[in-house]
């Protein structure tokens, strides 16, 4: 059968905070160069270092509620007073070109997705810690927020994880190593569908017609 490129995968990947999501997708990127991180919109103001269209797509917030009107976001929220949000025109072109995106959205924004344009596109996985006490723990390893968010942190988690099932895969990460190989597990399996693969139904005429010419 000739190579012929396939449509990317959309995935989606969840997680409460501190269970190794960003890690993993990380991971999965210096697995296969090709994979393509989804990168967000927000009203918020860049921080020091921030460049625009490669960490977040700086929007005034008029800007950012005319993409929404006009269907060009594909989840979008708002926390602590700003916008949030996955512009629509990148992923569709990146999939389109054949290339696999990482999108790094919570429960909420996954429900959006699979409702979207895009949902046939999706494949989502949920990142669950191997226990409460653990996820407490790396939050704190990371040292970088008071006692006060790690508090509010935890108190979210509990509504996170309740979304577990509405997801394709679940994937407890225990172990990097061992969750990105799950992950890659994952993937190769999805991009093996009968439906992702472009000129299957060619190369299978192809093969009848061998049969009969013997």
């Given amino acids: 059968m000739p190579e012929m490129r396939r ?17 993993l997708a990380k991971r999965l990127m210096a697995w296969d160069a090709t994979m393509r991180f989804s990168v967000s919109a927000t009203t918020r103001a860049p921080r020091s270092g921030e460049v625009d269209g ?38 569709e072109a ?37 226990t409460i ?6 939050l704190r390893m990371r040292a970088q927020d008071s006692d006060e968010v790690i508090a509010g942190r935890m108190a979210k988690s509990r509504d996170e994880i309740s979304h577990w099932g509405e997801y394709d895969y679940v994937v407890v990460n225990r172990d990097l190593e061992i969750s990105e190989a799950e992950l890659r597990v994952i993937l190769q399996a999805e991009r093996a ?9 060619e190369f299978v005429r192809g093969l009848n017609r061998e049969f009969e010419n013997r």
Avoid at 58 to 74: C, D, I, P, Q
């Fill in 7 to 23: 449509r990317g995968l959309l995935i989606i990947l969840s997680s409460p905070s501190g269970a190794g999501k960003s890690s």
């Fill in 54 to 91: 490669r960490d977040y797509y700086f929007k005034s917030r008029e800007g950012f509620e005319e993409m929404v009107a006009a269907g060009e976001m594909l989840e979008h929220a708002e926390v602590f007073g700003n916008l949030y949000g996955t512009p629509r025109a990148p992923v």
């Fill in 94 to 130: 990146r999939l389109a070109e054949g290339h696999d995106v990482i999108l790094d959205i919570d429960w909420q924004g996954g429900q959006q997705v699979r409702r979207s344009v895009l949902a046939q596109d999706v494949v989502s996985i949920f990142i669950l810690p191997p």
């Fill in 133 to 138: 006490a653990d996820l407490e723990a790396r």
């Fill in 193 to 201: 569908r009968a439906v992702r693969q472009p000129g299957l139904t």
